[in-house]
């Protein structure tokens, strides 16, 4: 029986469709290849015992990641898209396999590849026809939109919301593209002047039947006549519209009519011509829009344009008289001068009186700078698209009516789900977040939509194979002109690693903490006991000296209990409270008491102001800036001056010294961790207080920068953010 299995399963795998290889250990060699396989990648029976990598160099790097992670963890892995152009150097007619790593155990995985190519090539193609049937539209002078009906209680049509309006409709109409969803038929044909167009359009929509009419609207241009075809879609309709205002009005307004095509004519890049049946240039409005212009007539389009490009243009229009049926197309020109145009080119054949095509007429249209923005923005989407996979970051859009988000495949992945580009149901996402996170994200989102408040919020995922994972979500709102929230965007950033680094940093800063504090209980408790017991048997100098020791270990308690508040948090939720810096300076100096009166400094300050902040981390960075004054001193006694000057919402304090100064070269360095600008003159340090100055100065939306003082020494500069308090004088 056990042999019957076998050899069915053998027969199995040697007809499947599908390429199927057993590889063996970390160095994949072919245990097993079908025939599909080896036919796949043009591989024979001696491939068998040979490595993968050997047979196959070219095989993206990531397919190998993928059958080592398969092997190492037990778990299937799904690769997704592989073409033979990368593998077999054939892009002439690439081949597309759906790939998959299967783990089989006992050292052994499987690489199975699905032939997927007439899917992929259909794919392509019907996003092709798609992408010429927009462009189409949008260079179509006819205008075309798709409307919703907005019903009533009851189930009456009210009115109509524009779903999609091409670039004729949204110039006809006056609109913009932020206008599509927001405006209705009523706001741009208001009632009762127009209600024959809205009736019309509720007919259509309750009864089936196109409606294919003109009719006379007022627009905010006055009366204008338009041809309407109207067809049912949906519980909406789809409409294409025509302004023949110009041709009910032929007779009586010829002369302005024609005054007004010229008008248009030379302000836009257009130029209409005729060309004879030899495909010479017989006559052209607005020359400036084609090469040559007037001084061209009687040439053939090669006397204008490089002969590659000529020749395609020239080959269009013999088309075109040949069938008698216009055409036109986007075309890439160089000109003879060196210039490169994109011009959108329209043909229709030019007949006689008796019907017979004599030649060409038709337009030109310099369409140069869209094209160049269109490419420039294309690449924008394409790069965009590239940093957000690299990242590992998902970037979404929310639509708030509909409830659906539109995404990259990349958040699909982050969330362990299919992947897709949506749009994706919102509560595909929800049901994967435990209701306790999910209950503060929701709060998070009230706040960003109702308050106009940055969406930033981190909550775990539970995701469909069990794993759980740290996301962080960061977006915005986007609202309408009446200040309603209307779409939520972003990006969604999986965080697990920092999470498990920060919980072992906090681990570490506990642990840290509370070592320091032993023996600095000991030395204030002991200390204090000293006081007690024989404080009236001391010199006053003693007394002052114990009163010191007593304070400085108040203030090293606080300041480790600080620390360990700021190495615990987060940036968003540090606590930022009124801070007057004439109190932060008034300790910051008390702690360096013993420098001032070795070094005999001399310290000035002008009035300095109350900012936002954290008192405790402030007091650190004035300490550290005024102890690098006094260790980096020069041959006299050190003089330091502090100031501050208000610059909008924020503080400008500065920090002046006499000192050695700072080396040439070393203003930009002079923050890196553990770079000491004065090595060589043998002062102490590890190089880590500007450092530390600088993130706490960072932390606080502000900036640090050195300058040299003019006649020796240095200044550091530093913003804060101003707490709108008044100035406390000394």
Known sequence: MRESIQSLSDLVLRRSPAGIAVLEGDELRIRYANPAFLSFLRLSEAAIGQPLRRLLPALPPAMFDALQAALSTGRNVAYGEVTSAAVLDDAAAPRFWDATCLALGDGLVALML??????????????????????????????????????????????????????????????????????????????PANQALL??????????????????????????????????????LAASFIDITDHRQVQQALETSEARVRLALNAAPISPFTRDRDLRLTWVYNPAAVAGGNTYLGKLPRDGY??????????????????????????????????????????????????????????????????????????????????????????????????????????????????????????RFAALIPEQDRQQLAKDYRQAIQKGKELRSEFRIRRPDGELRWMQLCGRALHDERGKAYKLVGVTLDITSQRQIRERLDHFARTVAHDLKAPLRAMT??????????GNRLEPQAQRYIEQILCSGRQMNELIDGLLQYAQSTPGDRIR?????????????????????????????????????????????????IGNALKFRASGPPRIRISAERQGEQWVI???????????????????????????????????????????????????????TPHGGTTFYFTLPAADEPVLRS
């Open 114 to 191: 699905h032939d997927v190519t007439e899917s992929v090539r259909a794919r392509r193609q019907l996003a092709e026809q798609e992408q010429w049937l927009r462009m189409a539209q949008e260079l179509s002078v006819v205008g075309f939109v798709i409307m919703r009906a907005l019903r009533d209680a009851a189930g009456r049509i009210e009115d109509f919301a524009f779903v999609y309006a091409n670039r004729a409709a949204l110039q006809a109409n006056r609109m913009q593209p932020a206008d599509i969803g927001r405006r209705t038929l009523r706001d741009v044909f208001p009632v």
């Open 199 to 236: 009736d019309k359009a509720v007919q259509v929509v309750d009864t089936g039947e196109t409606a294919d009419f003109d009719i006379c609207l007022q627009t905010e241009d006055g009366e204008r006549w338009y041809r309407e075809l109207i067809i049912k879609v949906g519980d909406g």
């Open 306 to 427: 490089h002969p590659d490009d000529a020749a395609v243009l020239e080959e269009d229009m013999r088309q075109v008289m040949e069938s008698g049926i216009g055409g036109g197309r986007r075309q890439q020109v160089r000109l003879l001068d060196g210039r490169v145009c994109w011009f959108d080119v329209y043909f229709l054949p030019l007949r006689d009186d008796r019907g017979n095509v004599v030649g060409i007429t038709g337009a030109v249209h310099d369409v140069t700078a869209a094209a160049e923005a269109q490419r420039q923005l294309k690449e924008a989407e394409e790069r965009l698209q590239i940093a957000v996979e690299a990242a590992n970051m998902g970037a979404w859009e929310q639509d708030l009516a509909r409830r659906e988000v539109r995404h990259t495949r990349s958040l699909m992945t982050l969330y362990g789900l299919p992947p897709s580009e949506g749009p994706t149901p919102i509560g």
């Open 525 to 534: 408790n002991f200390s204090g006991l000293l006081k007690r017991s024989a």
């Open 577 to 625: 409270e009124p801070v007057a810096l004439e109190q932060v300076l008034r300790q910051a100096l008390e702690q360096l008491e013993p420098a001032i009166e070795e070094t005999a400094a001399r310290i000035e300050h002008r009035p300095l102001p109350v900012v936002s902040g954290n008192r405790v981390l402030l007091t650190q960075v004035l300490q550290n800036l």
């Open 654 to 708: 500065a920090v002046q010294d006499n000192g050695i100064g700072i080396p040439e070269g070393w203003q930009e360095r002079l923050f890196e961790p553990f770079l000491r600008a004065h090595r060589e003159h043998g002062f102490a340090g590890l190089g880590l207080g500007l450092a530390l100055v600088k993130d706490v100065i960072e932390d606080h939306g502000g900036r640090i920068w050195v300058q040299p």
